[in-house]
C-alpha cells in the first residue's frame, strides 16, 4: 500500500492525476498510456510522487524547520532572501529518506533496470511541481533536471536535489510576494529512461507557428547533444517547418528548412559533478542539418497525433538516442500563448520610418518596442534595471525573470527561436530578437533603440526611436465582396502572419524575394560552379552552399521552400505564383550574376520574363525553376498552387514556355494545373482573344501596361509626371481586356500597384466587372470597403 503511494508508473498515471504526480509527471503518463499503443515513442518510468514528498519533509521534521527558517524572511533584502534559501536548501539535504521511501525508490528502480536488462539503468531525474492549478504556475514552478543518472545511491542524491528545488530563491520570492502557502505547492519527481541524446540530437518543437499563431504547421528545432542547450539560449538550432493538412497524404511536406549554427554540444561526462561537459561541434557537422528529412516528417507525424489527443496546440520536446537511432518524445504541454489570441482581431505593428540598422537577429513575435537600452551582462546587475528600458544581453535564464517583465523589449546576443528569452518575451507578449551575435558590442549603454520584430523572421534593432503605427482591426466587422479579394505577397516569412487578413487567395506571389533574399546567388553561378572566374564569389558560393554538395539542388530546394511557405499559409485557397521576373541588371545583381548576363541599355523592355526561359543562354536555370514548383506540388501536396508567365509579348513565346514546362512535369490541365499569363504588354490586349485560348486566365500587371501604353520609362524621373494608371489609355486597355477575358469564360484578375495605391481605380475595375483584385496586404482592409460599397451602388443601379 506504501509503495503504491510512493511510487507510480506511467502506465498507471493519467492527465488527471496532476496534484498526486506533478504537470509533467501526469503528461508523461497521459502519453505512455494513450499514445505509445498508437506508435509514439515515449520511454518508460515511474513518479515519485508528492505523497512520498510530504512524507519525507513531515516525518523528519523538516516541514518544521522550514517553518521557522522562513519566520524571518525578508524577500525584497536579496542578502537575507539568498541567505534564507540557502539554509531551507540545506536542510532538506541533510535530512535522511526515511528506509520505506527510500525501499520503494530502490525497488522501482531495479524493475526499471530489469526492463532494460541491465543492472543500473541510466536515468533522468526531473522536478514535477503540483503547481498548475496557481495562477501565472509559469513562473513559481522549477524545472530541475538532472541527466545520466546511474546507480540507486546516484538516484537518490539526486532525488533529494530536485526536492531542494522547490526552495530556490525565485520560487521563495514568488511564492511569498503572491502570498501563496509555500506547502500547498509539492513536488514530485519524474525518473524515466535516459535517451542517449548525447550522442545525437535533440530539440523542441510546437504545433502550432509560435509567432504567428497559424495552427496549420509544426515548427522544430533540432541540436546536437542534450536539449538543455536550446532552452538555454546556448545554441542557434536548426529550424523546420512540416505542413499538417497534407502531412498523412503521403506528402513530404517540410515547407521550409533554416540552417542553425550549431557551434556547442552538451554531452555526458560521469567525471563532472552535474554529469555533463560542453563542446564545440565540428564545422562539418554544423554545416549540415541535425536530422534528416524521414525523422523531421516522424516528429512532425507524432506532434499532430499529440495534439489531436489533446485537442489543443501542444509545444513537446524530443531527443534521439545515439546507439539505435530511435527518437522519442520526452515531453508534452499545452501551449498556451498563441494559442490564446483572439482570432476576430488583427493587431498589425508598422514603421513609418527607417534608421540606421545597429544589429539583427531571429524576431520573437511581431510587435515593435523602444526605449533605452541597458547592457546588463551578468544577472547579479538586474536591480540597476529601471522598467521601460531594453535588456541588452548575452542570454537570461529564470533568474532574470524579474526584469524581464518591465523590459520594453529584450536582445541577446546568443539563443533561437525555442530559447528562455523567446519563451517568456512570448508570454508577457514582449518583443525580442535573439542570436544577434553582437548586440552587447553593436549598442551602446543608455543608446535610445527601436527593436522591430514586424518585419519577418528578421528581427533588427535601430538607433533611435523610429514612428510607427499600431492597427487593430476587428475582424468580424469586415464582410466579404462579391469581387474577389486576393494578395500581393513577397516574403514567405510573412505569409503566416498575412493570412489572418481576410482574403481570398494570394493573385501574384513574387519569386523575386526569396531569390534575392535567400538563395541570393545567380542560378547559372550553382549550376556551372566551376565556371565561375572569380575566387571570392566561389567561396561566398562555397560558404552559403555548405550543407549541399549539389549546388542545383540548392537553388531548387531554397526557392521550393519559399513558395511553398506562401502555398501552405493560404491553403486551399488560391496562390498564383509569378515565374521569375528579374531583368538583366537584377540578376547581375546576384552573388556570380555579372559573368552569366549580358549588358543592357534599357533591361525594363529587354531580356526579361518569357524571352529567357526558353533562349538556350537561361532554359537550364528555368528547368531549375520548374524543379522547384514540381516539388512544391507534387512532394509537398500543395495542388493550390497556379502558375503564371511574366512578360510574354507574343502568343508564340507562350506556346514556347507551356511546352518547356509541360517537358519538366508541368503540363497545363493535368492534376488541376492552371498556367495564367500576366497582361502587362498591349500586345497582350489586342491579342487576348488567342492568349486566352493557349491560358487559363489573365492577371492585369498596370506597372509594366501603364508604362508601354504611354510609352514611359517608369525608372526615370524625368517623366515620371506623365505615368498615371488612371490615363484613359491605360483604362480603355483594361477594359477592354476584362470584356475578351469574359467573352472567352476565362479568369481576369489585377495584381498591379495601381488598386492597392488608388481607391477610385479598385471601384472601376469592379464596375468594369473584374473577378479579382490582388492588393498589398496592408490596403486589403481599407480597400474591400471601399469595394463593398461600389458593389452596393452597382447592385442599386440594376434597381
Not at 182 to 191: E, G, N, R
Not at 522 to 545: Q, S
Amino acid at each position: 500500500m506504501i509503495k503504491k503511494k510512493f511510487i507510480l508508473w506511467f502506465k498507471q498515471i493519467g492527465i488527471k492525476d496532476v496534484p498526486k504526480v506533478g504537470g509533467k509527471n501526469a503528461s508523461l503518463g497521459e502519453m505512455y498510456r494513450k499514445l505509445t499503443p498508437k506508435g509514439v515513442a515515449v520511454p518508460n518510468g515511474f513518479a515519485v510522487t508528492a505523497d512520498a514528498y510530504d512524507y519525507f519533509i513531515t516525518s523528519t521534521g523538516v516541514k518544521k524547520e522550514i517553518r521557522s527558517i522562513l519566520k524571518t524572511l525578508n524577500t525584497h533584502n536579496l542578502r537575507n532572501l539568498q541567505a534564507h534559501g540557502k539554509k531551507v536548501r540545506e536542510a532538506i539535504l541533510a535530512a535522511e529518506f526515511p528506509e520505506e521511501l527510500k525501499e520503494s525508490i530502490a525497488d522501482a528502480y531495479a524493475k526499471l533496470s530489469k526492463e532494460f536488462k541491465t543492472k543500473n539503468v541510466d536515468v533522468a531525474v526531473r522536478s514535477s511541481a503540483t503547481a498548475e492549478d496557481l495562477p501565472d504556475a509559469s513562473f513559481a514552478g522549477q524545472q530541475e533536471t538532472y541527466l545520466n543518472v546511474e546507480g540507486i545511491d546516484e538516484l537518490l542524491e539526486y532525488s533529494k536535489k530536485c526536492m531542494a528545488s522547490l526552495f530556490t530563491d525565485r520560487a521563495i520570492s514568488y511564492r511569498a510576494d503572491k502570498g501563496f502557502n509555500h506547502f500547498k505547492v509539492k513536488l514530485s519527481i519524474t525518473v524515466q529512461k535516459m535517451v542517449r541524446s548525447d550522442l545525437a540530437t535533440s530539440g523542441v518543437m510546437f504545433s502550432i507557428d509560435t509567432e504567428s499563431g497559424f495552427r496549420d504547421a509544426v515548427l522544430i528545432n533540432s541540436i546536437y547533444g542534450l536539449g538543455e542547450y536550446i532552452v538555454q539560449g546556448m545554441v542557434n538550432p536548426d529550424e523546420y517547418y512540416v505542413f499538417k493538412p497534407t502531412l498523412d497524404k503521403s506528402y513530404s511536406p517540410i515547407i521550409s528548412k533554416a540552417l542553425g549554427r550549431k557551434a556547442q554540444k552538451l554531452v555526458y561526462d560521469s567525471k563532472s559533478s552535474d554529469n555533463v561537459k560542453s563542446l564545440p561541434v565540428t564545422k562539418k557537422d554544423q554545416n549540415r542539418f541535425a536530422l534528416k528529412d524521414k525523422e523531421v516528417l516522424q516528429l512532425a507525424k507524432w506532434a499532430v497525433q499529440i495534439e489531436d489527443h489533446y485537442k489543443k496546440p501542444m509545444d513537446m520536446e524530443w531527443a534521439q538516442d545515439g546507439r539505435t537511432g530511435k527518437l522519442y518524445i520526452v515531453q508534452a504541454r499545452p501551449e498556451t500563448v498563441r494559442s490564446q489570441d483572439d482570432p476576430n482581431t488583427l493587431i498589425e505593428y508598422k514603421l513609418k520610418e527607417r534608421g540606421k540598422v545597429l544589429t539583427f537577429g531571429a524576431s520573437v513575435g511581431n510587435k515593435i518596442g523602444q526605449g533605452k537600452a541597458h547592457i546588463i551582462r551578468d544577472v547579479k546587475d538586474i536591480h540597476k534595471f529601471k522598467p521601460g528600458e531594453v535588456l541588452v544581453t548575452e542570454m537570461t535564464d529564470p533568474d532574470w525573470e524579474p526584469i524581464m517583465k518591465i523590459a520594453g523589449a529584450i536582445v541577446t546576443n546568443s539563443g533561437g527561436r525555442t530559447c528562455h528569452a523567446a519563451i517568456i518575451s512570448r508570454e508577457l507578449g514582449i518583443p525580442c530578437i535573439v542570436g544577434t551575435k553582437n548586440s552587447t558590442e553593436k549598442i551602446r549603454n543608455g543608446q535610445n533603440v527601436t527593436v522591430s520584430c514586424a518585419e519577418g523572421e528578421k528581427g533588427y534593432i535601430y538607433n533611435g526611436l523610429l514612428k510607427y503605427d499600431v492597427n487593430k482591426t476587428n475582424l468580424k466587422n469586415v464582410k466579404k465582396s462579391k469581387t474577389k479579394i486576393m494578395m500581393n505577397i513577397g516574403n514567405p516569412e510573412m505569409a503566416m502572419l498575412q493570412s489572418f487578413i481576410p482574403n481570398e487567395g494570394v493573385g501574384l506571389a513574387r519569386e523575386e524575394f526569396i531569390i534575392s533574399n535567400y538563395i541570393r546567388i545567380h542560378p547559372l553561378a550553382l549550376l556551372h560552379f566551376n565556371k565561375v572566374k572569380d575566387k571570392k564569389t566561389r567561396r561566398i558560393i562555397e560558404e552559403h552552399t555548405a550543407a549541399y554538395k549539389n549546388k542545383p539542388q540548392f537553388f531548387i530546394d531554397k526557392l521550393a521552400e519559399g513558395i511553398a511557405r506562401i502555398a501552405a499559409s493560404f491553403y486551399p485557397k488560391d496562390v498564383i505564383i509569378r515565374l521569375s521576373d528579374f531583368k538583366s541588371n537584377e540578376y547581375a545583381s546576384l552573388i556570380g550574376g555579372t559573368q552569366f548576363e549580358p549588358e543592357e541599355r534599357n533591361p525594363m523592355i529587354g531580356w526579361r520574363g518569357a524571352s529567357r526561359y526558353y533562349s538556350p543562354k537561361y532554359l537550364p536555370a528555368f528547368e531549375m525553376e520548374c524543379k522547384a514548383l514540381v516539388k512544391v506540388r507534387k512532394e509537398m501536396g500543395l495542388k493550390n498552387l497556379k502558375i503564371m508567365v511574366p512578360f510574354c509579348r507574343t502568343v508564340e513565346e507562350g506556346k514556347k514556355v507551356l511546352k518547356i514546362m509541360a517537358q519538366n512535369g508541368l503540363k497545363r490541365g493535368v492534376d488541376g494545373l492552371e498556367v495564367y499569363v500576366m497582361c502587362e504588354i498591349p500586345s497582350n490586349v489586342i491579342l487576348a482573344d488567342q492568349f486566352a485560348d493557349i491560358f487559363d486566365g489573365f492577371s492585369i500587371g498596370t506597372n509594366d501596361l501603364t508604362q508601354l501604353a504611354l510609352g514611359v520609362d517608369r525608372d526615370s524621373e524625368l517623366v515620371a509626371h506623365v505615368y498615371d494608371e488612371r490615363n484613359k489609355a491605360v483604362k480603355d486597355l483594361v477594359s477592354q481586356v476584362i470584356k475578351i477575358a469574359k467573352k472567352k469564360k476565362k479568369k481576369i484578375g489585377i495584381c498591379g500597384q495601381a488598386p492597392s495605391d488608388f481607391p477610385d481605380f479598385a471601384q472601376f475595375l469592379v464596375e468594369e466587372g473584374i473577378d479579382s483584385i490582388s492588393l498589398n496586404p496592408d490596403t486589403v482592409i481599407k480597400t474591400t470597403l471601399a469595394i463593398k460599397k461600389t458593389e452596393k451602388k452597382k447592385r442599386r443601379k440594376r434597381k
